[in-house]
T-cell receptor, first 109, second 114 residues
Framework: GQNIDQPTEMTATEGAIVQINCTYQTSGFNGLFWYQQHAGEAPTFLSYNVLDGLEEKGRFSSFLSRSKGYSYLLLKELQMKDSASYLCAVLGSNYQLIWGAGTKLIIKP | TAGITQAPTSQILAAGRSMTLRCTQDMRHNAMYWYRQDLGLGLRLIHYSNTAGTTGKGEVPDGYSVSRANTDDFPLTLASAVPSQTSVYFC?????????????FGEGSRLTVL
């Protein structure tokens, strides 16, 4: 079967760095997305990786290793507004997305 | 810019009743989608439309129907609601066909079926 695994919840301190992991087992791979979703709001796009390596975008970076079926989202200089759920989604062989359940990130002062 | 507008924001519905969730976009995107989001589960695709006039079934289509008469509107209808359809429903769109591009989501419609 197809599976996306993310930690359910993580806690970090304001100003610190946090890494949110995502492992996947899918039939085919055409890219991996990260979305941010604040409580009660719509998901918003953060990043897309299709090749191995690190993509940096401001305080957020996303890493992909296709051979390991692994990605992580790295958030630096954490701010209170980063408290949200982070959704990992893989584009499978039929070009449909398989979504993880999301990681709820709690930022403490 | 409005982006994607969903209505209603929330609704309580008696089991067996019908309900249409409305979705309108102003970005002229070709593709539109309906997802449901349930606690502890990832987003699940209900139905999609790659272009006006065409629709397709997603992962969990049973009990739902859609239409795509024009580019902007993509309503989702529950013909006879059941409690298991209690969920938060998100409409989304993307430029181009398929889910390969960035998705733009509406704010969601919270539906409770009693």
């Amino acid at each position: 079967g197809q599976n996306i695994d993310q930690p359910t919840e993580m806690t970090a301190t304001e100003g610190a760095i946090v890494q949110i992991n995502c492992t996947y087992q899918t039939s085919g791979f055409n890219g991996l997305f990260w979305y941010q979703q604040h409580a009660g709001e719509a998901p918003t796009f953060l990043s897309y990786n299709v090749l191995d390596g690190l993509e940096e975008k401001g305080r957020f970076s996303s890493f992909l290793s296709r051979s390991k079926g692994y990605s992580y989202l790295l958030l630096k200089e954490l701010q209170m507004k980063d408290s949200a759920s982070y959704l990992c989604a893989v584009l499978g062989s039929n070009y449909q997305l398989i979504w993880g359940a999301g990681t709820k990130l709690i930022i403490k002062p | 810019t409005a982006g994607i507008t969903q209505a209603p924001t929330s609704q309580i519905l008696a089991a067996g009743r019908s309900m249409t969730l409305r979705c309108t976009q102003d970005m002229r995107h070709n593709a539109m989608y309906w997802y449901r989001q349930d606690l502890g589960l990832g987003l699940r695709l209900i139905h999609y439309s790659n272009t006006a006039g065409t629709t397709g079934k997603g992962e969990v289509p049973d009990g739902y129907s859609v239409s795509r008469a024009n580019t902007d509107d993509f309503p989702l209808t529950l013909a006879s609601a059941v409690p298991s359809q209690t969920s938060v429903y998100f409409c989304a769109s993307s430029d181009g066909a398929g889910e390969a591009g960035e998705l733009f989501f509406g704010e969601g419609s919270r539906l409770t079926v009693l």
